[in-house]
């Protein structure tokens, strides 16, 4: 009976902190990209399933030791069948038909969350499925190359990304945009820990590594990528809030900072690894700290010259 308790109480102290969670920010952050709900939906579906079964399993547990278990030197109660157990048992009536129960039942559902996030994953994951995001718009371009400890970001120039925003059907803006990953120019402006993008635009991230295995984990927008040694990914995603005002200060309001922090261990440093994601309330706000970057970065640059 003592171990029953014992057991009783500690599930319930986890149900009681599992409803408090959310009131007290214990939960999933705050999904601010225009995938964010149907990645939620999903772990919402499989926390539903999981819960059920586990709150089912253990509260059996609970009961039968309280109701069988038998102190030293006394005999365990009789097992008898609970009527409300009947219309179970009397399908369940061999070990044969048992162990086909639940083998079935969890096959059924992992082929049912197998299915249901066919359309979430593909979105996220398959090119084909970028149109989704991009709704005809050109994406912001971002290299992002990762090293220990620290993420290194690649924007197009000023002038350059003005012209893909403008000219999108050319063949000629086209082609360079195409080229963008895997061609770098004089141009390009770099900053470090900082992805600068703005609201409600697609933004499209080209993930390598410089050295071992990173992760590339923005939470609040559902994001997450390995770096692999060797190859380039594309990661898309579209925000749809955003934390920076015109004056690209943080907004009132807005207390969580959003971070990037690397979610594979990487060695000593992993810790530290941590970037910023400023989503600008506007087109106009970000070319304004593009241009202040592409300012900064050549004046770094005729300082070492001289």
């Not at 253990?58 to 009789?78: D, N, S, Y």
């Given at each position: 009976?003592?171990?029953?308790?014992?057991?009783?109480?500690?599930?319930?102290?986890?149900?009681?902190?599992?409803i408090?969670?959310?009131?007290?920010?214990?939960?999933?952050?705050?999904?601010?990209?225009?995938?964010?709900?149907?990645v939620?939906?999903?772990?919402?579906?499989?926390?539903?399933?999981?819960?059920?079964?586990?709150?089912?399993?253990?509260?059996?547990?609970?009961?039968?030791?309280?109701?069988?278990?038998?102190?030293?030197?006394?005999?365990?109660?009789?097992?008898?069948?609970?009527?409300?157990?009947?219309?179970v048992?009397?399908?369940?009536?061999?070990?044969?038909?048992?162990e086909?129960?639940?083998?079935?039942?969890?096959?059924?559902?992992?082929?049912?969350?197998?299915?249901?996030?066919?359309?979430?994953?593909?979105?996220?994951?398959?090119?084909?499925?970028?149109?989704?995001?991009?709704?005809?718009?050109?994406?912001?371009?971002?290299?992002?190359?990762?090293?220990?400890?620290?993420?290194?970001?690649?924007?197009?120039?000023?002038?350059?990304?003005?012209?893909?925003?403008?000219?999108?059907?050319?063949?000629?803006?086209?082609?360079?945009m195409?080229?963008?990953?895997?061609?770098?120019?004089?141009?390009?402006?770099?900053?470090?820990?900082?992805?600068?993008?703005?609201?409600n635009?697609?933004?499209l991230?080209?993930?390598?590594?410089?050295?071992?295995?990173?992760?590339?984990?923005?939470?609040q927008?559902?994001?997450?990528?390995?770096?692999?040694?060797?190859?380039?990914i594309?990661?898309?995603?579209?925000?749809?809030?955003?934390?920076?005002?015109?004056?690209?200060?943080?907004?009132?309001?807005?207390?969580?900072?959003?971070?990037?922090?690397?979610?594979?261990?990487?060695?000593?440093?992993?810790?530290?690894m941590?970037?910023?994601?400023?989503?600008?309330?506007?087109?106009?706000?970000?070319?304004?700290?593009?241009?202040?970057?592409?300012?900064?970065?050549?004046?770094?640059?005729?300082?070492?010259?001289?």
């Amino acid at each position: 009976m003592k171990w029953a308790l014992l057991f009783g109480v500690s599930m319930l102290a986890c149900a009681g902190l599992f409803i408090i969670a959310p009131f007290v920010g214990w939960w999933l952050p705050e999904g601010v990209s225009s995938h964010a709900g149907s990645v939620d939906t999903l772990f919402y579906i499989i926390l539903g399933i999981t819960s059920f079964f586990f709150i089912l399993t253990e509260t059996i547990l609970v009961l039968f030791m309280a109701r069988f278990a038998a102190e030293p030197g006394q005999k365990p109660a009789k097992s008898e069948v609970h009527w409300m157990l009947k219309p179970v048992t009397n399908v369940l009536n061999n070990q044969h038909k048992i162990e086909m129960a639940w083998t079935v039942v969890p096959a059924a559902l992992l082929l049912y969350i197998a299915f249901a996030q066919i359309s979430t994953w593909a979105e996220i994951k398959y090119r084909s499925r970028q149109q989704a995001i991009f709704q005809g718009e050109t994406p912001v371009q971002i290299e992002l190359s990762a090293r220990q400890f620290e993420w290194r970001f690649r924007y197009p120039g000023v002038e350059r990304l003005k012209e893909w925003m403008d000219k999108k059907d050319d063949k000629d803006v086209i082609a360079d945009m195409k080229s963008f990953a895997g061609r770098k120019q004089s141009s390009d402006i770099h900053v470090v820990n900082e992805l600068h993008v703005w609201n409600n635009h697609p933004v499209l991230v080209h993930v390598s590594t410089r050295d071992v295995l990173h992760s590339f984990n923005l939470p609040q927008f559902r994001v997450k990528q390995d770096t692999l040694p060797g190859k380039q990914i594309p990661v898309w995603f579209k925000p749809i809030k955003a934390n920076l005002d015109a004056a690209n200060k943080q907004i009132p309001g807005q207390t969580n900072i959003w971070e990037i922090p690397c979610a594979e261990l990487c060695g000593w440093g992993h810790g530290r690894m941590i970037g910023r994601v400023y989503v600008h309330d506007s087109k106009e706000n970000f070319f304004n700290w593009l241009i202040q970057a592409q300012d900064a970065q050549f004046a770094t640059k005729t300082a070492s010259a001289q």
